[in-house]
């Protein structure tokens, strides 16, 4: 049998084909990666790695909470986003008066483990982080929006001039936003399912 110049073209063409294939293919897979479900806990395998502290304490009020002398309500778009989309959440003063809080910054990403909710993010300097904190006062219709995209990069940069870091990497299970920046008020809250 005979081979020619253009049937050896052609199967270096099929393999460089077949190969950029498998490589498009592993690149558009990526979705979550880290543990699914309810984990124990999280781990990090990164030994300078050291999570945010926990800024309160006390369970996290859902969707409405008072707050001195008005309301806020924490609302987002749904409660199941997909690895990679934009979590949309608005916090809205709905009283008649106004109220203190600490920023748009004074917030943490949580997942639910068997130890109970723990935060995301970390820095891998070795040291504790602290997010930045400004008091300002949110008049009546006041709002705060954030619009996260769900993966650990995105995250991880939300926070302007803070070096952050996600670790473990997100994986499917059950997540929280939690703002804990009102001054005279409780956390408050909203649950969501991060699927692959």
Do not use: K
């Not at 909470?65 to 608005?90: D, I, P």
């Not at 935060?119 to 705060?144: A, Q």
């Not at 804990?180 to 409780?186: M, T």
Request: hydrophobic share 35%.
């Amino acid at each position: 049998m005979d081979h020619t110049r253009r049937d050896a073209l052609a199967g270096s063409a099929l393999a460089l084909s077949v190969a950029a294939a498998g490589c498009l293919d592993f690149a558009a897979g990526e979705g979550p990666q880290g543990p699914e479900g309810t984990p124990a806990t999280l781990t990090c395998e990164n030994e300078n790695f050291v999570r945010l502290d926990q800024p309160f304490e006390g369970d996290v009020e859902e969707t409405v909470v008072e707050a001195g002398e008005t309301t806020f309500e924490l609302s987002s778009e749904g409660n199941s986003e997909t690895y990679g989309q934009s979590l949309r959440l608005v916090l809205r003063n709905t009283g008649d008066g106004p109220a203190t809080a600490l920023g748009r910054h004074a917030y943490s990403i949580q997942r639910e483990t068997e130890t109970g909710w723990i935060e995301i993010r970390g820095s891998t300097t070795g040291e504790t982080v602290e997010l930045p904190r400004s008091e300002e006062t949110l008049d009546s219709s006041g709002v705060y929006n954030w619009s996260i995209d769900l993966d650990e990069q995105a995250i991880a940069s939300a926070v302007p001039d803070v070096e952050l870091t996600v670790c473990p990497e997100l994986g499917p299970g059950t997540y929280r936003f939690v703002y804990w920046g009102l001054v005279d008020g409780p956390p408050i809250g909203v649950e969501f399912e991060l699927v692959g």
